[in-house]
Nanobody, 123 residues
Framework: QVQLVESGGGLVQAGGSLRLSCAAS????????MGWYRQAPGKQREVVAA???????NYADSVKGRFTISRDNAKNTVTLQMNSLKPEDTAVYYC?????????????????WGQGTQVTVSS
């Protein structure tokens, strides 16, 4: 089954770094638009970084200069490198991507969410 599986979350001290990875399972043809989101308790889910298909990368002002989004087409993975982490970065992080794959008859394009991974930054 085609899905996105996240890894890399955990506990880190302020100023530290973490790398979140999101692997697309199944025999996909390609990854189109992709992005990372986060949701803190009592708050709405917000966009952290986005990479539209064929477009330039956009970052939330709160993470600009500290976070970097990327993808590895050979490994069918998307990555979020997080440096200089702050306590306010604490949240559940979700990856999102449009995955293209074959059903055997049709070519399918569908949006998928990762299961979420907890990032906790201590003071």
């Amino acid at each position: 089954q085609v899905q996105l599986v996240e890894s890399g979350g955990g506990l880190v001290q302020a100023g530290g770094s973490l790398r979140l990875s999101c692997a697309a399972s199944g025999s996909i043809l390609r990854i189109n638009a992709m992005g990372w989101y986060r949701q803190a308790p009592g708050k709405q889910r917000e966009v952290v970084a986005a990479m539209p298909s064929g477009g330039s990368t956009n970052y939330a002002d709160s993470v600009k200069g500290r976070f970097t989004i990327s993808r590895d087409n050979a490994k069918n993975t998307v990555t979020l490198q997080m440096n200089s982490l702050k306590p306010e970065d604490t949240a559940v992080y979700y990856c999102n991507a449009d995955l293209v794959y074959s059903s055997g008859i049709y070519v399918i394009s569908r949006n998928y969410w990762g299961q979420g991974t907890q990032v906790t930054v201590s003071s």
